[in-house]
Structures are given as structure tokens and as C-alpha cells.
């Protein structure tokens, strides 16, 4: 635990997850609010509630509990807290399904990714360790119902006001915060310093006729985010960020040169997203590496079919993915 700010205290939670702790934070002030809660262990449960303690604050003292993405990682104890506390969560509007009713979401959302990784080109032996990812249900559990957010709205949180910027690509219903006056910035998993934060494949929602363009939303949410004026990112996993806008041009100029890479292999010869990754990274890929790795490239394919220089063919639910020029 360590204080990063008069009001901002940061909480590193453990997570049984290769990317590490999840980055916490208690905004002391009116509402006293904590932003995002951890996985769903014993241990988190138990860094949280010593970290919350360690301030002079207990569970029950939180009057506001904020999401910033529908991950279990950011969101998996804030049953517990809610009901410990009585607080008030929210989170944005596209939230609702994943957090009011994770049960029935999670269940869908692994046989989305399974049919879709099947349907761009993985093998069945690979496909068979999706099934891993059901077992994740255990670390998140349904939440009551949430205050929606729109983009843009204001939300007081700590004694101020912030100004909640929706940022989908990493997470359809991904939000950032805003403090004008401070030029703080919580970013969630929005930026990272030390890690890439993969806009992965979406299951689309209610009313959708096709999934989400996460890298595209990806790439259009950063430049959204360098255009304000920030001194320092509070970000969801690892340390803070002093100078966002040479982070996001590091970013966006990664994703350039990767999306140029695969095009280069598309005009030597078609392929699937699953061959395409084997090209990249020079092994198999199983699990949910598969799919991080299967997300990736599918996102630098939307972004070369919307300049046309990529087109995908499907026959017999089966696809291959071809360069225009």
C-alpha cells in the first residue's frame, strides 16, 4: 500500500492471473469510493480489506464503488464490498450484462470465443484448451444492479468531480476518469506502462449485428485520451504514467508496424488468423494465450479490411483471410 497522492491511495491486490496485481484505489472524501475491487479470493479479499484498514477506513466505510472494466480482475469482489458496505456501484451502461448476471454472461462468452476461434482456422487439439477459460468463473460472481454511466458524465468521487471518459478497445465498456483540475488521469487498463493491454475479441452485445472492432476502438480511444491534458495516469496494473502522450504515440506506433507485419505475410500467401499467429510467434498456441494471440491479429485484420487491403473469405464455417494489394 502506498500513498500516491493527498487523496488517492493506491491498493496492490494479488490476482491468480499472469499479468500480476490489480492496481485499487481509495479516493478519501465525500464519497469515500473505491475504484475497482480485485479478483474473487480469499487473498484479494483479504489485501483489500487490510489495505482499506491500513488507512483508517473499513470495508463497510465505502459509500461508492466504481468499476472501470468488466474484468475479473477489476471487478470479481465487488459483490463482497457491496454487501459489506451497502455502497453504490457503478459502472458504465454496456457493464450491466457481465456484472448483473456474470453466470450466464461467462457461459456465453466462452462459447463465443471457442466458436470463434474454431471458425478462424484453430485446430481442434488447440480449441479443446478454450474449455480452460470456463473455469475462470470462479473468480467473479454476479453484482446487484449498477448505476449506469454514460460517456462524458460527471461522477464525484473523493470530494471532487470527474469526468468519465468512455474508452472501449481493451474492454467494450472500458472507462477512463478524468480530473481537469489536477490533470489526473485513472486509466484502468486503458494505458499501461510496462504492459501491453490487448484489445481483445468481444462478444457482441444485445443488438449488435457483428462483433465489436476492438483494436480499431482501441487506437480511436488513445487518441481521444492523448488529446487531454494530463500530468499523471493512475493505471489499473503496475506504475503510474507522467507522460501519457508519449506512451500513446509508442502504442499506436507498435500496433502500425505489427499491422504491417501481417499484411506482409497476407501477400505472400492467404492464411487464417490461427496460421497467421504461428507465423508471428514461431510455436502453438493453446488456452487463452490462443485467444490473446487470435484477438490481436483479428484486430490488425479489421483495421486492414477497412483500408481495403484485406479480405476475409468464408466457406463451409471455415475462414481465410487474403491481401488486396
Not at 8 to 37: K, R, W
Not at 86 to 91: C, E, F, K, R, Y
Amino acid at each position: 500500500m502506498t500513498t500516491v497522492e493527498p487523496r488517492i491511495h493506491v491498493l496492490s491486490i494479488p490476482t491468480p492471473f499472469p499479468v500480476g496485481p490489480v492496481n485499487v484505489y481509495l479516493l478519501e472524501g465525500e464519497p469515500l469510493t473505491l475504484v475497482d475491487a480485485g479478483p474473487l479470493t480469499d487473498e484479494a479479499l483479504e489485501a483489500l480489506a487490510r489495505g482499506v484498514r491500513d488507512l483508517g477506513h473499513s470495508l463497510a466505510d465505502i459509500e461508492q464503488l466504481v468499476i472501470t472494466h468488466a474484468h475479473h480482475d477489476h471487478f470479481g469482489l465487488a459483490r463482497q464490498v457491496v454487501e459489506q458496505s451497502g455502497a453504490t456501484l457503478l459502472s458504465f451502461h454496456q457493464n450491466r450484462p457481465p456484472l448483473e448476471d456474470f453466470e450466464t454472461w461467462w457461459a456465453q462468452r466462452v462459447a463465443f470465443v471457442a466458436e470463434f476461434v474454431a471458425t478462424e482456422g484453430a485446430p481442434g487439439e488447440a480449441l479443446a484448451d478454450i474449455e480452460e477459460m470456463r473455469g475462470f468463473q470462479i473468480y467473479a460472481s454476479s453484482v446487484p444492479e449498477i448505476t449506469p454511466l454514460e460517456d462524458n458524465d460527471e461522477v464525484q468521487m473523493g470530494g471532487a468531480n470527474w469526468r468519465a471518459i468512455h474508452t472501449p478497445g481493451h474492454a467494450l465498456g472500458h472507462l477512463c476518469f478524468h480530473h481537469p483540475e489536477s490533470q489526473l488521469l485513472l486509466s484502468g487498463d486503458h494505458l499501461l506502462r510496462d504492459i501491453t493491454s490487448n484489445p481483445v475479441v468481444e462478444t457482441p452485445r444485445v443488438g449488435m449485428r457483428r462483433r465489436p472492432r476492438s483494436l480499431i476502438d482501441y487506437k480511436r480511444s488513445l487518441r481521444r485520451i492523448r488529446e487531454l491534458e494530463v500530468s499523471k495516469v493512475f493505471p489499473g496494473h503496475g506504475e503510474p504514467v507522467y507522460d501519457h502522450r508519449a506512451l500513446v504515440d509508442e502504442i499506436l506506433t507498435h500496433h502500425r508496424e505489427r499491422g504491417r507485419l501481417i499484411w506482409g505475410l497476407l501477400k505472400a500467401k492467404d492464411r487464417t488468423v490461427y496460421e497467421l499467429g504461428l507465423a508471428l510467434f514461431g510455436r502453438d498456441l493453446r488456452g487463452v494465450e490462443l485467444f490473446l494471440v487470435m484477438s490481436e491479429i483479428i484486430g490488425h485484420l479489421d483495421v486492414l479490411e477497412v483500408e481495403r487491403k484485406a479480405r476475409r473469405v468464408e466457406r463451409d464455417g471455415q475462414a481465410t483471410w487474403t491481401a488486396v494489394n
